[in-house]
């Protein structure tokens, strides 16, 4: 799977599950059923205990998966993501240190930027998108709007504080994508194995996206 495929996957999708549990089984259900629901996308969080070995084992035995290591804030870490085989690496801040190393090693990168003068740092470095995070605190969709004025150009992925009740306003908002947690992988769901509830939830937001990304295409409802 290629750099570029990556990267469209995650875009067509538009949906970057955060997968923190306090056991790498708990994580491993979650990310198979949300693959069985039709988001093959999964944020392993370095806070999940076991992440770097959950990343390699799921490389090794499901190439489909975009599987991708979360929570990355240092340049030892990345390695060892890389060398366990996750397809993208993301994080809560900007370590620019890190952005380079992914960029030259052609791995898919989005760090966490939340003012201005971040995004435009991460971009510069050769981010592939940016995760505007922890958005919520600014604003919420008002804030990504405010963003894409000046930054048409770069990819915005909307992170923390996303809900079923706000996730359309970021995408019409300018959102490429949408970073969730909890609300999409309910931990009481997780624990007692409920794929049917997890399935219920992926669909209800991959379609919240699409809807809004209907209702933004040109000619749609006034808006070009």
């Given at each position: 799977?290629?750099?570029?495929?990556?990267?469209?996957?995650?875009?067509q999708?538009g949906?970057?599950?955060?997968i923190?549990?306090s056991s790498?089984?708990?994580?491993?259900?979650a990310?198979?059923?949300?693959s069985d629901?039709?988001?093959?996308?999964?944020?392993?969080?370095m806070?999940?205990?076991?992440?770097i070995?959950l990343?390699s084992e799921?490389?090794?035995?499901?190439p489909?998966?975009?599987i991708?290591?979360g929570?990355?804030?240092d340049?030892?870490?990345?390695?060892?993501?890389?060398?366990?085989?996750a397809?993208?690496?993301?994080?809560p801040?900007?370590?620019?240190e890190?952005?380079?190393?992914?960029?030259?090693?052609?791995?898919?990168?989005?760090p966490g930027?939340?003012?201005?003068?971040d995004?435009?740092?991460?971009?510069k470095?050769?981010?592939?998108?940016?995760?505007?995070?922890?958005c919520?605190l600014l604003?919420?969709?008002s804030?990504i709007?405010t963003l894409?004025?000046?930054?048409?150009?770069?990819p915005?992925?909307?992170?923390?504080?996303?809900t079923?009740?706000?996730a359309a306003?970021?995408?019409?908002?300018?959102?490429?994508?949408?970073?969730?947690?909890?609300?999409?992988i309910?931990?009481?769901?997780?624990q007692?194995?409920?794929?049917?509830?997890i399935?219920?939830?992926?669909?209800?937001?991959?379609?919240?996206v699409?809807?809004a990304?209907?209702?933004?295409?040109?000619?749609?409802n006034?808006?070009?």
């Amino acid at each position: 799977m290629t750099t570029a495929t990556i990267r469209t996957r995650i875009e067509q999708i538009g949906i970057v599950p955060a997968i923190r549990f306090s056991s790498a089984e708990d994580a491993l259900f979650a990310i198979e059923a949300l693959s069985d629901s039709g988001i093959p996308i999964a944020e392993v969080t370095m806070t999940t205990p076991g992440a770097i070995e959950l990343i390699s084992e799921l490389a090794r035995t499901k190439p489909e998966l975009i599987i991708g290591g979360g929570s990355v804030i240092d340049l030892a870490t990345t390695r060892r993501c890389l060398e366990a085989g996750a397809k993208f690496l993301t994080s809560p801040g900007l370590d620019i240190e890190v952005v380079e190393f992914a960029v030259k090693h052609n791995v898919v990168v989005f760090p966490g930027a939340l003012i201005p003068t971040d995004i435009m740092a991460a971009w510069k470095a050769g981010s592939d998108f940016v995760k505007v995070y922890p958005c919520s605190l600014l604003g919420g969709a008002s804030y990504i709007r405010t963003l894409k004025s000046p930054f048409p150009h770069i990819p915005l992925i909307a992170s923390g504080g996303v809900t079923q009740g706000n996730a359309a306003d970021y995408i019409l908002a300018g959102a490429i994508g949408l970073g969730i947690g909890r609300e999409l992988i309910n931990p009481e769901a997780v624990q007692r194995r409920e794929l049917d509830w997890i399935r219920e939830l992926a669909g209800r937001f991959l379609q919240i996206v699409k809807d809004a990304r209907d209702q933004r295409a040109p000619g749609k409802n006034g808006k070009v």
